[in-house]
T-cell receptor, first 109, second 115 residues
Framework: LAKTTQPISMDSYEGQEVNITCSHN???????ITWYQQFPSQGPRFIIQ???TKVTNEVASLFIPADRKSSTLSLPRVSLSDTAVYYC??????????FGAGTRLTVKP | GAGVSQSPSNKVTEKGKDVELRCDPI?????LYWYRQSLGQGLEFLIY????????KSGLPSDRFSAERTGGSVSTLTIQRTQQEDSAVYLC?????????????FGSGTQLSVL
């Protein structure tokens, strides 16, 4: 089971790009990397998922280096509404659906 | 249904009482997960189901906790003889469960308060 390490918290300002890095040194060959976002009083929601290189969707980009031992979630031009906790998950099958402590992002005006 | 539904949204109980929390997953999702989240903390994995069976019960904190799933759909998490440390938000999620990479869809949770 790949263990993940993320910063506990990050601060940013509106309009800035935010990059949150997750370390997963013992990622397995078949593991995927998935990021979730959680707002207060809500369950987490899926943001983005990838296996290697770069993935982009309407919400974020995910950068994964060749060795796949880390990944970076990039949020372009954040707004106050992006204040949330962001979780990185690494795994493939049902047994891998364990969340770490996440990164608490605070966006300031 | 359109999303994962959990009930009740809030539950206040007295120490020592039993409680049942319900989760109704997205239609067609065969995998179902229960998590617990204490105030300001991350998600603690409790149990997952594939169909009606629970291959992994390792996350259940004690034998006071049990869960079942019937008909491959609705799941119930039961906490017997509740303690104050059981107070938390209990979150349920479901996924297609077809194997391979899973994408979880979460409900809004049940806030449990044990007095």
């Amino acid at each position: 089971l790949a263990k993940t390490t993320q910063p506990i918290s990050m601060d940013s300002y509106e309009g800035q790009e935010v990059n949150i890095t997750c370390s997963h040194n013992n990622i397995a060959t078949n593991d995927y990397i998935t990021w979730y976002q959680q707002f207060p009083s809500q369950g987490p929601r899926f943001i983005i998922q990838g296996y290697k290189t770069k993935v982009t969707n309407e919400v974020a980009s995910l950068f994964i280096p060749a060795d796949r031992k880390s990944s970076t979630l990039s949020l372009p031009r954040v707004s106050l509404s992006d204040t949330a906790v962001y979780y990185c998950l690494v795994g493939l099958l049902f047994k891998d659906m364990r969340f770490g402590a996440g990164t608490r992002l605070t966006v300031k005006p | 249904g359109a999303g994962v539904s959990q009930s009740p949204s809030n539950k206040v109980t007295e120490k020592g009482k039993d409680v049942e929390l319900r989760c109704d997953p997205i239609s067609g999702h065969t995998a179902l997960y229960w998590y617990r989240q204490s105030l300001g903390q991350g998600l603690e994995f409790l149990i997952y189901f594939q169909g009606n069976s629970a291959p992994d019960k390792s996350g259940l904190p004690s034998d006071r906790f049990s869960a079942e799933r019937t008909g491959g759909s609705v799941s119930t998490l039961t906490i017997q003889r509740t303690q104050q440390e059981d107070s938390a938000v209990y979150l349920c999620a479901s996924s297609l469960g077809q194997g391979g990479v899973e994408k979880l869809f979460f409900g809004s949770g049940t806030q449990l308060s044990v007095l």
